[in-house]
């Protein structure tokens, strides 16, 4: 008998029917698809709606150096079939809807992590959980038995609503105004396989937030968010939600912007239904790049987005789920396993003191407190996943929950139980100190296994959380409270924009040779839902961003004014200053002079992705780029600036000029005589480099070229805060992919080839 068959059979009765189906029509795709029966981009798009994602895969070995474990499949990969996206091995991303994890998923976690990928389960930035080095004929039983405990794959990927976030604090925090939790509950339930939503351009991502202050729910991030609130309606308090749409992250950031405000909790569900509809009929389609819900609220306008979301509405024919699941989810309550209490007097060890005073939230419950269990990058061992199902089934009644900065939060400790849970965490290796903050660093996967990655962003959080944590009790209590995140390339799945210094991957040439770079990305503001988004300064090596943040936080120590956040710092000190003070780490030496500066973190080899030719010759060809690349860069600065001033039309027309340095500077890495007026160098570059492919080959990307030729043909004579903030940060972006392109294009091979 099968495996396939075994485990089948073993758990027919504990999995829900539909969800069984489903599993079993995913695994004979998988087998039509080896057998070439299945359309490649159809089977592309059919894994990544279960959440099966191809990955980063190098010879055997993590990108930190470390051999893969565990692994069932040999170091040289498995089935190569039709579907040429699926490079094996691959990942699988789990949902957590709300975050919320049970002990016995913790241990079916436990036992797939072990025996399908590599020993670790990784909570992502979206209170997800992800297996890697999965082979891909495993995922079928992997599903099956998450499906056993109640968990489903569906739409953890793909064009589709994605995993449902809330604030992992709802229903015991003391700021919030009511519980989001039966919300998010009920739109996880409402959309998932939604016919409303199944023709999306791109992905949906829905977040919830209890209260407008905190940062737990993120809504400003997002598609679509709901901030909960009391508002007055009929002379009556009563529980409402603003609604936010059009949100996002990504290589350039956009706002969301307020749909409705005050707007019924009865009407959540249609209101969403509504939304999708819309987006579902006229968003982008054919261009992956704009297809995001953000693009289609920027080019409408909020006004006439709201104006047809509330006409989409009205014809909606009615639904009882609307009311009903609703209902349902809050008749749940959720309870403690242990009476409430408080912690007895006593001379205590002074790491458990500084635990109690970063790890913990008391609960708006008297006599409970909700931890934060610190879990350096996200990773959980095996050993450490069964430990934390112990602890759950010990201390508190399966109420703990996944956080967006990758920890977990176990919620109902009575703080008469803090000292034992405390010393119940160390033998599992996670009581660590310093859960929110500055040392506690976000990071997204990387050049570890993200096919997208450019630098090691894993690496360097690991570096920068070792260091930190050495000298954190030292810092002055405003700097131990900076948000510090970091993202391995432009995407921002680390959510570096809303950091307040954040670092995202680039890469920089010097001869031959390529250098990772990340870019430091001061000014954004986790508060407030993650109002606002933070803008690149400098270009530094990866092996020096440890001293670029020292730099930036003894400057906003000694210079900081009493109760100064560090983005009003920033914003009265000017981003002039903060470029100066980093210039001379932004210096590439000779490679014999630092060779060590030419490898990433946690990876001893040279980060040479291709030699470029060597000698004076080359450095001749390359020269006149490097003069069009200075201005290029001189000309997005200034932009930032006009930005900052609120002049708006000059920041507009200097990141259009970068862009159009960029462009130059491609065209002159092939032909150095080359000088032009704007409107010959953007029809050149789109001409010989652009509708030819040769720079979406060396970038992997046709967004940042689409990013010029916008620019291009409507100057925005009259922006408005948004569009300008978008168009310096695509300046940026655009002059990154042009980077890209220098450091990976062979100018000595005639274009074409």
């Not at 789990?94 to 975050?99: A, D, L």
């Not at 005073?357 to 879990?375: D, E, F, H, I, W």
């Not at 050149?684 to 030729?709: I, P, R, W, Y």
């Not at 392109?741 to 074409?752: K, R």
């Amino acid at each position: 008998m099968s495996e396939s068959q075994i485990w089948k059979d073993r758990l027919k009765n504990k999995m829900p029917k539909d969800w069984a189906e489903e599993v079993d029509e995913f695994e004979a795709k998988i087998e039509l698809n080896k057998q070439g029966k299945v359309e490649p981009r159809i089977f592309a798009e059919t894994r990544l709606r279960r959440g099966a994602y191809g990955q980063r895969y190098d010879n055997g070995h993590r990108n930190d150096g470390k051999q893969i474990r565990h692994l069932k499949f040999p170091n040289d990969g498995t089935w190569k079939g039709p579907d040429t996206h699926w490079d094996a091995p691959g990942m699988q991303r789990i949902k957590f809807p709300w975050g919320g994890i049970t002990a016995d998923q913790l241990d079916v976690m436990a036992e797939l992590a072990e025996e399908y990928s590599d020993g670790i389960g990784h909570i992502t930035t979206r209170q997800d959980f992800q297996l890697h080095f999965i082979h891909v004929e495993d995922t079928p039983n992997i599903m099956r038995r998450l499906a056993a405990v109640g968990i489903t794959t569906r739409e953890a990927c793909g064009n589709s609503v994605r995993n449902v976030t809330a604030c992992p604090y709802a229903g015991v925090c003391n700021t919030a105004s009511f519980d989001v939790t039966p919300y998010s509950k009920a739109i996880f339930k409402f959309m998932l396989g939604h016919p409303d939503a199944q023709d999306f351009g791109r992905k949906f991502k829905i977040a919830f937030s209890g209260c407008v202050d905190e940062a737990c729910g993120l809504v400003n991030m997002h598609d679509m968010g709901f901030i909960a609130k009391t508002a007055v309606i009929n002379g009556k308090p009563t529980p409402a939600f603003d609604v936010y749409v059009g949100g996002g992250l990504g290589p350039v950031p956009y706002n969301a912007k307020l749909l409705f405000e005050n707007h019924p909790v009865d009407e959540m569900l249609p209101i969403t239904q509504a939304v999708a509809r819309v987006y579902g009929r006229l968003g982008e389609k054919k261009i992956r790049g704009m297809a995001r819900i953000k693009f289609l609220v920027a080019k409408l306008g909020i006004d006439e987005f709201r104006k047809l979301v509330v006409e989409e509405r009205k014809i909606l024919p009615h639904d009882p789920r609307w009311t009903s699941l609703i209902q349902d989810y809050l008749k749940e309550n959720e309870t403690a396993a242990k009476a409430a209490g408080e912690l007895k007097e006593g001379s205590y060890p002074k790491e458990f003191l500084r635990w109690k005073k970063t790890n913990l939230r008391p609960q708006v419950q008297p006599g409970y407190s909700a931890v934060n269990v610190k879990v350096p990058l996200g990773d959980l061992t095996a050993v450490q996943l069964r430990g934390l199902a112990d602890l759950s089934r010990t201390f508190v009644k399966d109420t703990v929950r996944t956080t967006v900065e990758q920890n977990l939060v176990f919620r109902w400790i009575p703080n008469s139980e803090l000292y034992n849970f405390y010393q119940a965490l160390g033998k599992i290796g996670l009581n660590e100190a310093n859960a929110d903050t500055i040392s506690d660093i976000t990071s997204c996967p990387g050049t570890d296994t993200c096919k997208l990655g450019i630098s090691a962003s894993r690496g360097l959080a690991r570096e920068l959380s070792r260091e930190l944590d050495k000298q954190i009790e030292s810092l002055p209590e405003e700097v131990q409270n900076l948000k510090v995140k970091v993202s391995g390339c432009p995407n921002s799945c680390g959510q570096h924009p809303m950091a307040d210094i954040g670092f995202y991957g680039v890469s920089r040439k010097s001869g031959s040779y390529a250098i990772p770079h990340f870019q430091v990305v001061i000014g954004g503001e986790w508060k407030h839902n993650g109002a606002t988004y933070g803008m690149a300064v400098a270009a530094v090596p990866s092996k020096r961003i440890p001293e670029a943040l020292k730099r930036l936080t003894d400057k906003y120590t000694k210079e900081h004014q009493k109760g100064e956040t560090f983005q009003a710092f920033i914003n009265r000190v000017g981003k002039v200053s903060i470029k100066e003070m980093l210039q001379d780490l932004t210096v590439i030496p000779d490679h014999a002079a630092e060779p060590g500066l030419f490898s990433d973190w946690g990876d001893p080899r040279e980060y040479t992705i291709k030699d470029i030719g060597k000698g004076e010759c080359a450095g001749e060809v390359v020269a006149p780029a490097e003069f069009s690349l200075t201005a290029a860069e001189s000309k997005v600065f200034e932009a930032q600036l006009k930005l900052d001033a609120k002049d708006l039309k000059a920041a507009v027309d200097l990141a259009y000029d970068s862009m159009v340095f960029s462009a130059e500077a491609v065209i002159r890495t092939h032909n150095r005589e080359y000088v032009g007026v704007p409107d010959m160098t953007v029809a050149e570059f789109k001409k010989t480099f652009f509708d030819s492919g040769v720079f979406v080959k060396h970038v992997n990307n046709t967004q940042f070229a689409a990013f010029l030729f916008k620019a291009h043909d409507n100057k925005l004579a009259n922006p408005n805060p948004d569009e300008a903030h978008r168009r310096v940060e695509e300046a940026q972006l655009y002059l990154e992919a042009v980077h890209s392109y220098i450091t990976n294009a062979d100018p000595t091979v005639p274009l074409g080839k």
